[in-house]
Every structure is written in C-alpha cells, then in structure tokens.
C-alpha cells in the first residue's frame, strides 16, 4: 500500500467512525451538557493515556471561555492530587475500554457526580456515572487496529459539542472570550475593528 493510500484509507476510517456519534447526540447527552452547565464547583477532568490529552484539551478550552476546569492525572490523583476535587465538583472521565486500572482506582476515592465519555457500555466506569456518552467506535485505524485514532478523534468530536453547547448557554460573547486571551492576534485583530 502507497503512503497516500494509507493516509486515505486512515481519514476515511476517522470519518465513517466519527459519523456514529451522532447517535450519541439524545437526551441522555442533553441532560449532561445541563449538568456540566449548573456546576456549582470545578469541572474536573480525567483519564490515562492517549485519552487524558483529550481530557486536558477539553479543560483547557473550558477555561477559554471561563469555566473553572483543571484536569487531574489519576497517577498523580492516587498520591495526593485527589485533595484538589472539592464537594460541587462534577469529573468528567474519558476512557475508551472504561476499564483502564488506574483511572478506576483514582474515581473509587470520590463520591462526586461521575460523567464519562467511553464505549464500553458494560465497563466499571460506565457503572460507576450518573451520565455517560457512548462513543459508537467500532474500530480504530492502522496496520494493528489497536492504535488510538477513531477513538480519540471521536472522543475529541463529542468533547467539542459539549464544549461548544456550553458555550451557547453560558452566551459567551467576544469580549469575554478576549478577556482570557489578551494576547495572540485573535484580540488585535478584534481590537483594531472596533477602534
């Protein structure tokens, strides 16, 4: 197989996988984003691997537009870290086989409401959620099929609809969103147009 054929064949994967989430797109996944938008505390997020950089990345565009989130790794969680997670918090959990060893050791530690994003329906994570969202993966891309790519693409795409419902009921507007990034082009630029 050429380099371009792999690559194709690798995006093509990633979008046939990806339009299995809008399955996932119901009530169930209404009430979480309401949840996640009546926190009274932190939205805490978690997960190992491949799956904590999507859990950082959803923290770090929360805080973009002034949603108190930080992301706890459970390694960190398990020796001391856990003492961050305070009552009101919600975690939201991301973890494709919902079994990973570490993950599950860190959330038993809390009685917090527990929101997760895996696809295993079966899994000690799913159990242990008020609300979970099933990813609808069936396969991942690659040679081996076993390295995460549809997973973690789909877990960034559910991540970013919640992201961005959030952003609706919360009304974001420019201004705020310049207030939490007062330096890059994006705030010149919008500075110089209302001048």
Avoid: W
């Avoid at 609706?168 to 994006?186: A, C, E, V, W, Y």
């Amino acid at each position: 197989m050429k380099i371009q054929q792999i690559a194709i064949y690798t995006i093509m994967k990633e979008i046939q996988q990806a339009g299995r989430i809008l399955k996932s797109i119901d009530s169930n996944f209404n009430n979480i984003v309401e949840s996640l938008n009546n926190c009274k505390g932190n939205i805490i997020t978690t997960g190992v691997g491949k799956s904590g950089i999507i859990a950082k990345k959803l923290t770090s565009s929360l805080c973009s537009i002034g949603v108190s989130s930080f992301f706890i790794d459970p390694l960190a969680g398990c020796h001391g870290d856990a003492g961050s997670v305070k009552s009101g918090d919600i975690i939201l959990a991301i973890s494709n086989s919902g079994n990973t060893k570490e993950l599950i050791e860190f959330l038993t530690i809390f009685d917090n409401k527990i929101i997760s994003i895996t696809e295993n329906n079966e899994s000690q994570l799913y159990k242990m959620s008020i609300l979970s969202i099933k990813t609808g993966v069936q396969e991942e891309a690659g040679l081996l099929q076993i390295l995460p790519t549809c997973s973690t693409t789909c877990q960034l795409i559910l991540c970013d609809a919640i992201l961005t419902c959030l952003e609706h009921l919360k009304q974001i507007t420019m201004d705020d969103f310049i207030r939490t990034h007062p330096n890059g082009s994006i705030p010149k630029e919008y500075k110089d147009a209302n001048l």
